[in-house]
Nanobody, 126 residues
Framework: QVQLVESGGGLVQAGGSLRLSCAAS????????MGWFRQAPGKEREFVAT????????DYADSVKGRFTISRDDAKNSVYLQMNSLKPEDTAVYYC???????????????????WGQGTQVTVSS
């Protein structure tokens, strides 16, 4: 059974930083792309960042490029999202996700991810 557990959310002032972590279990972590998505109140869940199973490629939503960095540590079965220069519009619940297929290409589509964490709240005050 796959489990994804996020941590690291909280309240931060605009311009500040947070680092989200996601610990995975249940499948061979190093075989799967990992992604971060977010959902603000009243909005659809949207893609934030993804990292390829071998760490060789990362993709970001335009809204976070240059501010957020996704990384992974296969020895710890974990993926991270470093968020800098945070803005009030980054306020959302952030979800970690694991791709459904092993060794696939990185994707920003929700339908390509089979497993999701419970989410962690990030609130950025102005």
């Amino acid at each position: 059974q796959v489990q994804l557990v996020e941590s690291g959310g909280g309240l931060v002032q605009a311009g500040g930083s947070l680092r989200l972590s996601c610990a995975a279990s249940g499948r061979t972590f190093r075989s799967y792309n990992m992604g971060w998505f977010r959902q603000a109140p009243g909005k659809e869940r949207e893609f934030v960042a993804t990292i390829k199973w071998n760490g060789g490629r990362t993709d970001y939503a335009d809204s976070v490029k240059g501010r957020f960095t996704i990384s992974r540590d296969d020895a710890k079965n974990s993926v991270y999202l470093q968020m800098n220069s945070l803005k009030p519009e980054d306020t959302a619940v952030y979800y970690c996700a694991q791709a459904d297929r092993a060794y696939g290409g990185p994707s920003g589509m929700r339908s390509d991810y089979a497993y999701w964490g419970q989410g962690t709240q990030v609130t950025v005050s102005s």
